[in-house]
């Protein structure tokens, strides 16, 4: 049972904001997070990405704030009273749109800065007084060491997506930053697992933290229907074109174990008059965010992306992902069949392996603990004769280093200041909450019952990882 914004007396400000918004209800990570937030005391909380988290923090802790509103133009009246940070531009990026779009009817003003951009715009952003900054944790240290950013007067901080800030390396850049901070402060942080190092941190930086649950997206996806075929190297490319053709799917992610893969395939594809973009971490910060919103607005049908890039995207719900290579990680390929069969949606996730993919197929088994049974894909056509051949070098690029976090793998991208907050043109992935609106409801999903209105189609109950394997009643794609 979900309940309303209106229970929550937000400030008249921030309560049109989310009215406009269109949120009918809360989510279970807002109903949970938001009354403890508003008391003032830290929290540790479990939510991924996609589960209402960004408005769990922010909506109680600008209420908070809201005593410090002034309209001033000094930039002495807006001190940095809130910090966010995050281990991804792109994260960065997202979650401050999300705060600005709140934040729109008061006078508290916020801002986002983050590496690969030039510093000019954001230090005149900071000096001219934020009282909310969202940032990665890299450039802001940058910023405190040039003094742009000064943080005395922090109130809050929010840790997001902490296990992948230590998974990233941050954990010596986050402890030099908190130690900046004043100790009388409120600390929230958020995190898909609850692991040893994430407890350690919260042991040092937390006080009586109040711990919240709800359930992770990735170990949901019971509506995936996931297909392996064999296809051998050479065959990848073709069987990418009869699935989609067979099950009429507009818009797929197709992941790859390398960069120089992913911009490869990307080119084939292309070619072959699919509308492509790549995304990896050789590409500009301006590049990643171009090829995002290509996608988003429906510009561009197939994202082909490495793991590492397609971490923290703000795109969860495309109808199928296609696995062109085995991850050599069995954990990503759980990660990345979690990006399609959202909230009783349909989603198709299909894996193409090839005769040296067997240890790494054996590995998703153990960890799904179920048998994978690999099917033989029938094609339409004939062979056409070198069009899918012509690529040869487009393999799985099996004996290539994959793409690891690096902490600055992109190259300097061109200024770009400030992003206003701005609504993607496709509704259906600004307004993931609402499937029962017509508006949104994707062709995909229109043969299963939507979730119902005002729930989360992130949200899903807690389902043990074997339950990824259940099948689903979807004929085969040869039948
Ligand atoms: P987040 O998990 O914070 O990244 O949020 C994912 C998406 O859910 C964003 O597009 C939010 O605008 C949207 N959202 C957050 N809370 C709600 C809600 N209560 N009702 C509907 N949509 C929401």
Redesign the pocket.
């Known amino acids: 049972m979900t309940s309303s914004f209106s229970n929550l007396s937000l400030a008249e400000p921030l309560a049109r904001a989310v009215a406009e918004?269109?949120?009918?209800?809360?989510?279970p990570i807002?109903e949970q997070a938001i009354p403890v937030v508003l008391t003032g005391q830290d929290v540790m909380g479990a939510a991924q990405?996609?589960?209402?988290?960004?408005?769990a923090f922010s909506l109680p802790l600008l209420q908070r704030l809201l005593k410090h509103e002034s309209s001033s133009t000094s930039p002495a009246r807006h001190p940095v009273r809130a910090l966010v940070l995050l281990p991804t531009r792109e994260l960065a990026d997202?979650v401050a749109q999300?705060i600005a779009l709140y934040a729109k009817y008061t006078k508290l003003r916020s801002a986002v800065v983050f590496g690969g951009m030039d510093m000019k715009p954001q230090t005149l952003e900071l000096k001219k007084g934020v009282e909310v900054l969202v940032a990665t944790p890299g450039r802001l240290l940058d910023h405190i060491e040039a003094k742009n950013a000064v943080l005395n007067q922090v109130e809050y901080v929010v840790l997001d997506e902490a296990d992948r800030m230590l998974d990233i390396g941050f954990l010596p850049d986050l402890q030099r930053i908190l130690s900046f901070l004043p100790k009388q402060r409120t600390t929230l942080l958020f995190s898909a697992t609850f692991s040893p190092e994430i407890k350690r941190l919260a042991g040092s930086y937390l006080q009586n933290p109040v711990t919240i649950e709800v359930a992770r997206p990735n170990e949901t996806a019971s509506t995936v229907e996931q297909r392996f075929y064999s296809a051998g190297d050479d065959d990848k490319r073709r069987a990418i074109h009869q699935v989609l053709k067979t099950r009429g799917i507009k818009q797929a992610f197709i992941f790859v174990n390398s960069k120089l893969g992913c911009g490869r395939l990307a080119r084939s594809l292309e070619r072959e008059g699919l509308k492509t973009t790549a995304l990896h971490g050789d590409k500009s910060q301006d590049e990643r965010l171009k090829a995002l919103e290509a996608f988003k607005s429906g510009e561009v049908d197939l994202l082909v992306c490495t793991d590492v890039a397609a971490r923290g995207l703000?795109i969860k719900d495309v109808p199928a992902v296609f696995n062109f290579d085995v991850p050599f990680n069995a954990e990503d390929y759980v990660h990345r069949i979690g990006r399609t069969g959202r909230a009783g949606a349909s989603g198709l996730a299909v894996t193409l392996v090839s005769g040296s993919d067997a240890r790494l197929v054996a590995d998703i088994e153990k960890l799904l603990k179920t048998k994978i049974n690999i099917e033989t894909l029938a094609y339409d056509d004939e062979r056409p004769q070198g069009r899918f051949n012509e690529g040869r070098g487009e393999r799985s690029e099996r004996f290539e280093r994959p793409e690891r976090f690096e902490r600055s793998a992109a190259p300097r991208a061109p200024q770009r200041g400030f992003r206003p907050a701005t609504v993607s043109r496709d509704p259906f992935f600004?307004?993931?909450?609402?499937a029962s609106s017509e508006t949104v409801t994707a062709q995909w999903e229109a043969e299963r019952s939507p979730a119902g209105r005002?729930v989360?189609t992130?949200i899903k109950p807690k389902r043990k990882m074997a339950a990824l394997f259940k099948p689903v009643e979807v004929p085969p794609v040869d039948a």
Do not use: L, N, R, V
């Not at 269109?22 to 989510?27: F, L, N, P, V």
């Open positions: 918004m269109g949120y009918e209800s809360m989510t807002q990405t996609g589960t209402g988290k960004t408005a997202q999300q703000d600004d307004k993931p909450y609402e005002g989360s992130h």
